[in-house]
C-alpha cells in the first residue's frame, strides 16, 4: 500500500512539472478554442493569435518563468518553424485559409510560435525536472545528423523522402544515449530514443486538436475535419528530434 502511494504522489508531481512545463502550448490551444467560436473584434482571428503569443511570451519572461536564454532558444525555433511553414504551404502540403494583416507569403506568424512552444516545452521541462544526459554523442554527430532531418522536410519534394533512414541512423546514434532526470527528488532514467518517440506521439495528438480548432488546414480537411494521419507521427517525430538536439547542445554550450 505504502509502494502504491509513493508511486502515486510521484506520478501526481511529475503530471505537475510536466503541466507547468506546457503552460505556452495550453494557452495557445485556449486561444484556437476561444477564438473559433467567439470572433474577437476589430482584427482578424490570425492577428489576434499572433497577438495573445507574443503577450504570453512576455509575461512569460516577465514572470520569471522563461529566462532570457530561454527566449533566444525560442525565438530561433520560431524562425525555423517559420521557414518551414513558409516553404510547406507553398508546396501545397497545408494551408492557412483565413484572413490577417500579420501573415508573410500566406503563413500567419502566429504560426512560429506553435513551433516555439515545443522549445518551451523542453527548456521548462529541463528545468524543473533537472534533466541531465548520459552517453551524448559527440557534436560532429549531432549537429549534422539535425541538419540532415530539418533539410529533409524541404527536399523530399524534390528529392527521395529518406526519413525512415534518418530514423534508422538517429536509433544508432543515441542508441547507449539516455536521459536522466529528477522527480520530487528522486532521480529516474529513460532512453533518449523513446523520449522522442513520446513526445513525438503527444505531439500528434496535439496536432489533432490543433486542427479542429482550425490553427491550420491538411487538404484532406478542407470539407471537414478528419483526423490527421497516423503518418505525420513520424515527422514530428523527426522534429521533436531536431528540436531536441538543437536545446540539448545548446544546454551543453551553456553549462560549459
Known amino acids: ?65 522563461e529566462t532570457k536564454d530561454e527566449l533566444k532558444v525560442i525565438t530561433l525555433f520560431h524562425l525555423i518553424g517559420l521557414a518551414l511553414e513558409i516553404f510547406k504551404v507553398h508546396m501545397g502540403s497545408w494551408a492557412y485559409p483565413e484572413e490577417g494583416f500579420f501573415k508573410i507569403f500566406g503563413v500567419p506568424l502566429y504560426s512560429g510560435f506553435m513551433y516555439a512552444s515545443v522549445a518551451s516545452y523542453l527548456c521548462q521541462a529541463w528545468r524543473r525536472l533537472h534533466v541531465d544526459l548520459v552517453n551524448w554523442p559527440s557534436f560532429f554527430l549531432v549537429v549534422p545528423l539535425a541538419a540532415a532531418i530539418y533539410f529533409n522536410f524541404f527536399w523530399h519534394h524534390f528529392w527521395i523522402d529518406v526519413r525512415w533512414w534518418l530514423g534508422l541512423l538517429v536509433i544508432i546514434v543515441f542508441w547507449r544515449a539516455s536521459v536522466k532526470y529528477e522527480v520530487n527528488g528522486i532521480p529516474y532514467r529513460m532512453p533518449i530514443v523513446l523520449s522522442f518517440v513520446l513526445i513525438g506521439f503527444f505531439i500528434w495528438v496535439a496536432e489533432n486538436i490543433a486542427t479542429f480548432f482550425g490553427a491550420w488546414q491538411y487538404p484532406n480537411q478542407t470539407q471537414a475535419w478528419s483526423l490527421v494521419h497516423v503518418g505525420k507521427i513520424s515527422s514530428w517525430l523527426l522534429l521533436v528530434i531536431v528540436s531536441f538536439l538543437i536545446v540539448a547542445e545548446l544546454k551543453r554550450v551553456k553549462g560549459r
Open 1 to 65: 500500500m505504502r509502494v502504491m502511494k509513493h508511486k502515486l504522489t510521484q506520478l501526481l508531481y511529475f503530471g505537475r512539472e510536466q503541466a507547468l512545463s506546457c503552460l505556452f502550448p495550453v494557452v495557445i490551444f485556449a486561444s484556437l478554442a476561444i477564438t473559433k467560436f467567439i470572433p474577437l473584434p476589430f482584427l482578424a482571428r490570425y492577428d489576434w493569435l499572433f497577438i495573445i503569443c507574443l503577450a504570453m511570451q512576455w509575461w512569460m519572461l516577465r514572470a520569471g518563468l
